[in-house]
């Protein structure tokens, strides 16, 4: 069903990202709304057990920053739709309208904030997709508590494998960071706080081969990289956190994309097609961070609002 009147500006994704876009899209006086095809804002941000880098608001759990976001755009009044785009399609006439299809409704806007976000990256070893969801978790703070005194690994030496570590620490009896290399990718401080944990034990230079179970996870081939040697660690639960894969895939016709997926487009947030513009982690750039989602949602607004008045639209 088409719904009546055109949008100046639909956003899709309500992460960080969009949540940021939406509050300067009501400022600037656009008709505008955000698409999500969760009822629950917050993107990613949603499984992050603390966030201690956004400024002002230090130690919330990802959570309690979802709901700020929430709170702060209802406060103002931004317009929310719950439903899964499919498509998005631009009209053949003269001036540029956008169709996006969801599965509920259809809707028509002159200019489109992609906000997609990202999702986590498989490890693509054996028994990892069969032992997905028993035993095998893509998420510390909601699958954490399954394993209240066991002994479990973190496979990644990023932010989010550092997190999960810290926060499984607090719940687990063990706590395994398997890491491919000799050196952490995650922030310093948190770095620290990983290495003070008498629970946790980093094992270098070491890859997972395969997670071994029947019907639950019992154990991990683990490969030591220097050594070549192989054997078997004991573990309950194998949480994985070896990186994101832009949500890009239902976009890729309409705007150029790098090879890992990745929309191009700099700081102004301007896409290769006109009245498209991308923000949040599904651009290609060097720093991926709540901070920097949230200020490509403000620099998306302000190009897709450049454009709608240079275009008189
Ligand atoms: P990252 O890309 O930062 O780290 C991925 C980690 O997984 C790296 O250590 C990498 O190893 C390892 N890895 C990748 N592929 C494999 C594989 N096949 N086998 C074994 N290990 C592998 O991803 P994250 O998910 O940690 O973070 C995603 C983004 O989100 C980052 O930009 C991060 O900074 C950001 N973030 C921001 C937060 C905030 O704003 N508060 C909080 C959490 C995350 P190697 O180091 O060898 O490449």
Redesign the pocket.
């Known amino acids: 069903m088409m719904e009546n009147g055109i949008y100046d500006l639909l956003i899709i994704g309500s992460g960080p990202a969009g949540m940021g876009a939406a509050i300067y899209a009501v400022r600037a006086g656009l008709k505008a709304a955000v698409i999500d095809r969760s009822p629950v804002s917050g993107g990613q941000v949603l499984s992050?057990y603390e966030?201690d880098?956004?400024l002002g608001l230090p130690g919330l759990s990802g959570g309690d920053l979802a709901d700020r976001f929430r709170e702060h755009a209802d406060r103002l009044g931004a317009a929310f739709i719950a439903a899964d785009v499919k498509r998005i399609e631009r009209g053949a006439g003269q001036q540029i309208v956008y169709t996006v299809h969801t599965d509920k409704s259809v809707f028509q806007t002159r200019t489109v904030i992609l906000a997609t976000g990202a999702s986590h990256?498989m490890?693509?070893v054996p028994g990892e997709k069969e032992l997905s969801g028993m035993g095998v978790s893509y998420c510390a703070t909601c699958d954490g508590a399954f394993y209240r005194n066991s002994a479990v690994a973190v496979?990644?030496?990023?932010?989010?494998?550092v997190?999960d570590a810290i926060f499984l620490a607090g719940i687990c009896k063990k706590v395994y960071l398997i890491?491919?290399?000799d050196q952490?990718?995650a922030a310093g401080s948190l770095q620290k706080r990983l290495l003070s944990l008498e629970n946790v034990e980093v094992l270098w230079n070491s890859?997972v081969k395969e997670i071994i179970g029947k019907e639950m996870v019992e154990g991990i081939d683990i490969c030591d990289n220097k050594s070549g040697g192989r054997y078997r660690l004991d573990v309950e639960g194998v949480f994985i956190?070896?990186?994101?894969v832009p949500d890009t895939d239902i976009f890729r016709n309409l705007v150029k994309v790098d090879e890992k997926g990745y929309v191009i487009a700099d700081e102004t947030c301007v896409t290769s097609e006109k009245g498209i513009f991308a923000a949040g982690d599904i651009r290609k750039k060097a720093?991926?961070?709540?901070?920097t989602a949230v200020a490509d949602g403000a620099n998306a607004v302000h190009s897709a609002h450049a454009f709608l008045t240079a275009e008189k639209l």
């Open positions: 992050t966030v880098n956004y990256s490890l693509g496979v990644g030496g990023g932010d989010v494998a997190e890491h491919r290399r952490l990718r890859e956190a070896v990186g994101i720093m991926r961070q709540i901070i």
